[in-house]
């Protein structure tokens, strides 16, 4: 297992670039600007079953993590992430696949990330998200997370995290103990974890607590940096704690729960 992929909310460059429907037929009511929003719950949407945003950050602009977050793309599709240095896209310097993975058991997607540290160049003034290939059904995705600097936790979480999925429902109950069940349609997910860590650590910690105000502001994580499962998360407690106990010794618990994508998209 590897370690915790995380991102601070100042990682996301995804609104500092203009974005624009650079191919397809973009849905008005649901306009690019709602995929970099920070509410995957407001998606954006095409009228077409293929096409394309595309970033001018108006200068070479260095992406390290990209994320698809609450989307309807087809399991094996083929998207890419493509960067340049010119708004010409028949053969971009950089064309890396993101591969959509298969959907759970209950019909939710999987949000994937693509790593493209290893990938050189990978700095352009341009780049876009492209759908190639027909969707099933016209394209809709609630975020698109860009990311600057890719970053792990120094000191893992320990094994015996606990893993929580929480599918709300409305449960009416007669007298006689006759249930009518009617859900919402929408999955959430909470991870709760432990770790032992340097003081080092626990300074890295505080810094990625920090950086979000706490619960204020959402950030990306990967419970695993090699699986391509991601979720944009908020923090979960009131105020963040390590135990002292040694020196270079410092027990700390997480609680990260999902930005939920609200009804179905």
Not at 140 to 154: D, M, S
Not at 243 to 249: H, I, Q, S
Request: with cysteine; proline share 5%.
């Amino acid at each position: 297992m590897a370690n915790l992929l995380f991102q601070k909310p100042t990682d996301n460059i995804a609104a500092s670039g203009t974005l624009a429907v650079q191919s397809g037929t973009e849905d008005t009511g649901y306009p690019a600007a709602n995929l970099v929003d920070l509410n995957p719950a407001k998606p954006a949407k095409l009228t077409t079953t293929t096409g394309a945003w595309r970033w001018d950050f108006g200068s070479a602009t260095a992406i390290d993590v990209v994320a698809i977050i609450h989307h309807n793309l087809t399991a094996g599709l083929n998207v890419r992430i493509q960067g340049n240095a010119t708004d010409a896209w028949g053969a971009p310097t950089l064309d890396q696949a993101i591969t959509i993975p298969a959907y759970r058991s209950d019909g939710f997607p999987i949000n994937p990330f693509k790593d493209l540290t290893a990938i050189a160049p990978r700095s352009f003034r341009y780049w876009r998200l492209v759908i190639v290939d027909a969707n099933t059904v016209p394209v809709q995705i609630g975020e698109v997370w860009l990311g600057a600097t890719k970053r792990l936790l120094t000191v893992n979480i320990r094994w015996n995290y606990e893993e929580n999925d929480d599918q709300p429902l409305i449960e009416h109950i007669t007298d006689f103990r006759v249930k009518t069940v009617y859900a919402y349609g929408v999955s959430i997910r909470r991870y709760v974890a432990q770790l032992t860590t340097t003081n080092a650590g626990a300074a890295e910690i505080y810094d990625w607590w920090r950086s979000c105000r706490g619960r204020a502001h959402p950030m990306l994580i990967a419970l695993d940096g090699d699986v391509n499962d991601c979720m944009m998360a908020r923090f979960n407690m009131t105020y963040l704690k390590s135990n002292r106990e040694f020196t270079d010794y410092n027990p700390i618990e997480l609680d990260l729960i999902e930005v939920s994508r609200g009804l179905v998209l």
